[in-house]
């Protein structure tokens, strides 16, 4: 599913998942549908001064593509370019750059099954943290 789910977290933050966001499992470009979803939540954090911003990219356990592995040398690497691609919309909707940290985990943190379309599409996503000062980073 492209839905944004939101769930309260350990320590004062909360988590939105996105999955589905960008046009290609290996390219920074987003899908039309999921633009709108950023500058809205940019705007949002841009008028949220008291909350810093954990972006988390992750990814399913295939292997890059070879066209792939030149721009993005491994998984992780990967994770962390969308993660950038998230936050760098951010910025640019307002969000003051310092707020923002960025995060690649590539498929070490797998959310479903990397067996199956679903649990591969549900793995390769962006978690989006929102911290309350003093709270626990992910």
Same mark, same amino acid.
């Given at each position: ?11 004062? *933050? ?5 999955? *589905? ?12 549908? %999921?633009?709108? +979803? ?17 972006? +988390?990219? #992750? ?14 040398g491994d998984l992780v ?20 750059? *310092? ?8 498929? #070490? ?9 679903? %649990? ?13 000062? *003093?709270?626990?980073?992910?």
């Amino acid at each position: 599913s492209d839905g944004v789910r939101r769930r309260r977290g350990d320590g004062g *933050g909360w988590a939105g998942r996105a999955p *589905g966001l960008f046009s290609d499992p290996y390219a920074t470009s987003f899908r039309a549908e %999921g633009e709108p +979803v950023l500058d809205l939540l940019a705007t949002a954090l841009a008028l949220h001064p008291e909350l810093d911003v954990w972006v +988390v990219g #992750h990814t399913n356990d295939r292997p890059l593509p070879k066209t792939a592995a030149g721009r993005h040398g491994d998984l992780v690497d990967l994770s962390v370019h969308l993660a950038q691609a998230v936050a760098l919309r951010f910025v640019e909707g307002g969000v003051e750059p *310092g707020r923002v940290v960025v995060a690649g985990r590539g498929p #070490h943190e797998p959310v479903g099954s990397n067996d199956g379309d679903a %649990g591969r599409d549900a793995n390769a996503r962006i978690d989006v943290w929102l911290l309350e000062p *003093g709270a626990v980073a992910p």
